[in-house]
T-cell receptor
């Protein structure tokens, strides 16, 4: 099945540092998304990317849709303590089913971020 | 003004029991999903419903049966619970259009089977 390789698995950084994480796949995806999950909560959508090469920002977060459509990157600038959590990439491939399309997301295994004050 | 809500938040039960988890969304979405997150935090889709119709059914034991009474609700019933069913179950919802992949998740239900 489709798999997303997300790296690094975990990161320990100092407050104020920049963070980079990425997601790669052997398959082409039509959409890439980045989610953040806080402890005890559900994943929250951070950024959605729709076109190859697209670069999108959300505050201190910037994500890019790789031109090969097989990868995506998330950068966090000037990290702060509340950035701690698990960051997931997710890719979407449109599935054609008899009753209309379906939007199945495949998730990476997450990057656990720890920010030391 | 909770967008996607789930009940209960925690569920502790014994092997062999039958239990249900409820999900409701007030976002006006027409597609809802159930995900399972294991102890290693891996998220995997189980089911997807669009306007009360099942559109995704991953390789999930038939002890798991989703029920969608209307497009704002998607419940998950689990029969004959097993130890391996212990996990966090997330409900999510989205629109069924070009941005359908922007899924919004509930807070999760932590199921512990003893």
């Amino acid at each position: 099945g489709q798999q997303l390789n997300q790296s690094p698995q975990s990161m320990f950084i100092q407050e104020g540092e920049d963070v980079s994480m990425n997601c790669t796949s052997s398959s082409i995806f039509n959409t890439w998304l980045w989610y953040k999950q806080d402890p005890g909560e559900g994943p929250v959508l951070l950024i959605a990317l729709y076109k190859a090469g697209e670069l999108t920002s959300n505050g201190r977060l910037t994500a890019q849709f790789g031109i090969t459509r097989k990868d995506s990157f998330l950068n966090i600038s000037a990290s702060i303590p509340s950035d701690v959590g698990i960051y997931f990439c997710a890719g979407q491939r449109f599935l054609r089913l008899t009753q209309g399309g379906s939007e199945k997301l495949v998730f990476g295994k997450g990057t656990k971020l720890t920010v030391n004050p | 003004d909770t967008a996607v809500s789930q009940t209960p938040k925690y569920l502790v039960t014994q092997m062999g029991n039958d239990k249900s988890i409820k999900c409701e969304q007030n976002l006006g979405h027409d597609t809802m999903y159930w995900y399972k997150q294991d102890s290693k935090k891996f998220l995997k889709i189980m089911f997807s419903y669009n306007n009360k119709e099942l559109i995704i059914n991953e390789t999930v034991p038939n002890r798991f049966s989703p029920k969608s009474p209307d497009k704002a609700h998607l419940n998950l019933h689990i029969n004959s619970l097993e130890l391996g069913d212990s996990a966090v179950y997330f409900c999510a919802s989205s629109h069924r259009d070009r941005r359908a992949y922007e899924q919004y998740f509930g807070p999760g239900t932590r199921l512990t089977v003893t």
